[in-house]
Structure formats: C-alpha cells, structure tokens
Nanobody, 126 residues
Framework: QVQLVESGGGSVQAGGSLRLSCAVS????????MAWFRQAPGKEREGVAR???????????DYADSVKGRFTISQDSAKNTVYLQMNSLNPEDTAMYYC????????????????WGQGTQVTVSS
C-alpha cells in the first residue's frame, strides 16, 4: 500500500509559479514510478509528468508536450516527497492536480497507476 498526500496548490496570475508537493508513505517498491496528473472541469484526467528510478540509480523524467519547458518533476528520496515545479503558468493549467504512484509506468497513462492522492487545486487567472 502507498499513501499520497498533495499540497502546494493555490491561485496565481498568469505567468506565475507554484510548486506542488506529494508526500509519499508506504511501500517504496510500489512507488518506484511517480507521476502528476491533472483534471480540469469537464475534461478527462491527463498525465503531466512522470519520474522513475530509485535513489542511487539513474532517474528518468518526461512530460506532456503541453508543459515541457515549463514544469519540472523531481523527487527527494530522503524526504519521501515528489515535487512539481510549475513556471509560466497560464489559465489552461487550471485544474485539480493529482499525485500518482505505481511500480512501473511505461507511459503516462492513468490506467497504469494504482495509487492516487486526493488532489490539490491550481487556479490560474489571466
């Protein structure tokens, strides 16, 4: 079992930045792959970024095209926390952001992830 708790959401103006955090507890093996998803009202949940690999080994990260160059996913294994640094935010980034975990994640498909947090709201005004 893995427990995920997100924090760091809020309201910002376009062009601003936010850093989301996801506190991870439970089975470390089951959280080998961590990801951020988002869901805007009336839209499907979409993958934003994923990071995989364990501390002491090479880690990999990739991103949805819509956030490349603006968002950065990272992890602090000592703190069991995954972050999503979001820069140059625009109103299209407004959504509920969810942290997700799984043993493996060959793609950013939401169907691959077994563990989810409750979400944190991000609102970007123009």
């Amino acid at each position: 079992q893995v427990q995920l708790v997100e924090s760091g959401g809020g309201s910002v103006q376009a062009g601003g930045s936010l850093r989301l955090s996801c506190a991870v507890s439970g089975d470390a093996y089951s959280s080998n792959c961590m990801a951020w998803f988002r869901q805007a009202p009336g839209k499907e949940r979409e993958g934003v970024a994923r990071i995989y690999g364990r501390a002491g080994t090479t880690t990999y990260a990739d991103y949805a095209d819509s956030v490349k160059g603006r968002f950065t996913i990272s992890q602090d294994s000592a703190k069991n926390t995954v972050y999503l640094q979001m820069n140059s935010l625009n109103p299209e980034d407004t959504a509920m952001y969810y942290c997700a975990a799984n043993i493996h994640c060959p793609t950013l498909s939401r169907t691959l992830f077994n563990y989810w947090g409750q979400g944190t709201q991000v609102t970007v005004s123009s």
